[in-house]
Structure formats: C-alpha cells, structure tokens
T-cell receptor
C-alpha cells in the first residue's frame, strides 16, 4: 500500500518568513495530493491540492509543487502569519475519474509562526 | 456549503462497553471514509463504507471491533466495540462533498475517552 513520509515534524518560523514542508510517497500510481490544515481541536480542512498532470499550483500565499519522477511534493507558505500556526498534513491517493478514493496521510508538521 | 456532521462530539466510556458514532451528510455520496486520529498523531484510515455493500477495512482493523453500517447514501455509523483505553482517540468520518470534485471533507470528529 501507499506510504507517505513528511518532514519536518515541527517547524518554527518568524512572521513574514516562508515555510516549506516536504512529503514523499511510495506508490507511483498515486495521482492526487491534497494538503490539510488542522487547527487545535478542529477538523482537518483542505487548503490546496494538486493532481499528477501538473507540476505546480498556487493559491495566494500557498503553493504546492510535485515531482512525479522523484515521488515527492512540497507545500510552500510565503509571508507567514500567526494564523498559519497549525498542524499540516500531506496526503496521497489514486483517484479514478468520478470516484473518490481513500487518502493516505503523512505524519504531520506542526508549524508555529512567531511574532 | 456542504455539511458533514457527527455525533457524539465527545464521550467518556467505560472499558468493555461499545459506542456507536453517527455521520450524516447533506448530499448523497457513494463512499464514506472513517478515520482514527490518536492524540497528537496523524489520520489513519479504518475503513471505506460503500452504500449497499460491506465496508472495506484497512490492515489492522477488523469488522468485529469496528462494525460499520451504511444504510443509505447520506448516513453511516461506526461502532467501537468492547472498548479499552487504547481506543481513546478522535474518530472522523469524511466524504466527497464538493460538487464536481473528489475532495474529501471531514466531520468535526468524535473524541472518545475510555476509562
């Protein structure tokens, strides 16, 4: 089955700096890679995702890159703000057109943005 | 926006008892997924619940311990049977609720504490 590794486990940055979280996956058939943000005591919420037919996707301060050959993908947050502090999870899955598929999650990264 | 709700939100249970968690979505979905999140850990898939068929369990999870029902396209239950303190965890259901996309939305979770 799929195995997703995530690094670092904790990350502390100063407000305004950038943060990068990296994940690797094992199943070359995986084609969908979402990132979830989980604030303390809250449910995981999707912040961005990327499919295997693109190499990069950006949404305001957040971007995700994918390297299919190396089987790794990364989350980039620029101009970090205190409200970015949370646990971030990467995930991977095989998705067929029109069908939802199970997600395999990474181990999570606790991001702390300090003033 | 689409809604996915779980109950109970939390409960304290005695060792040896069983508890059923309910998950309700406000749109019809073929697949629903049950995850477990142990304290400070990532999300681990327990099983995939398809309407009209038996649930598909992941390695390490068995039907006798985690029976699942899926009576219709908007509802599912997960029972945690014969609980022990090791079952203390957050249990989350998820479903693809975004129209036209197979993005998983999570419920708020059910936090179980087993004494």
């Amino acid at each position: 089955g799929e195995n997703v590794e995530q690094h670092p486990s904790t990350l502390s940055v100063q407000e305004g700096d950038s943060a990068v979280i990296k994940c690797t996956y094992s199943d070359s058939a995986s084609n969908y890679f979402p990132w979830y943000k989980q604030e303390l005591g809250k449910r995981p919420q999707l912040i961005i995702d990327i499919r295997s037919n693109v190499g990069e996707k950006k949404d305001q301060r957040i971007a995700v890159t994918l390297n299919k050959t190396a089987k790794h993908f990364s989350l980039h947050i620029t101009e970090t703000q205190p409200e970015d502090s949370a646990v971030y999870f990467c995930a991977a899955s095989r998705q067929n057109t029109g069908t939802a598929s199970k997600l395999t999650f990474g181990t999570g990264t606790r991001l702390q943005v300090t003033l | 926006s689409a809604v996915i709700s779980q109950k109970p939100s939390r409960d304290i249970c005695q060792r040896g008892t069983s508890l059923t968690i309910q998950c309700q979505v406000d749109s019809q979905v073929t697949m629903m997924f049950w995850y477990r999140q142990q304290p400070g850990q990532s999300l681990t898939l327990i099983a995939t619940a398809n309407q009209g068929s038996e649930a598909t369990y992941e390695s390490g999870f068995v039907i006798d311990k985690f029976p699942i029902s899926r009576p219709n396209l908007t509802f599912s239950t997960l029972t945690v049977s014969n609980m022990s303190p090791e079952d203390s965890s957050i249990y989350l259901c998820s479903a693809p609720l975004t129209p036209g996309a197979n993005v998983l939305t999570f419920g708020a979770g059910s936090r179980l504490t087993v004494l």
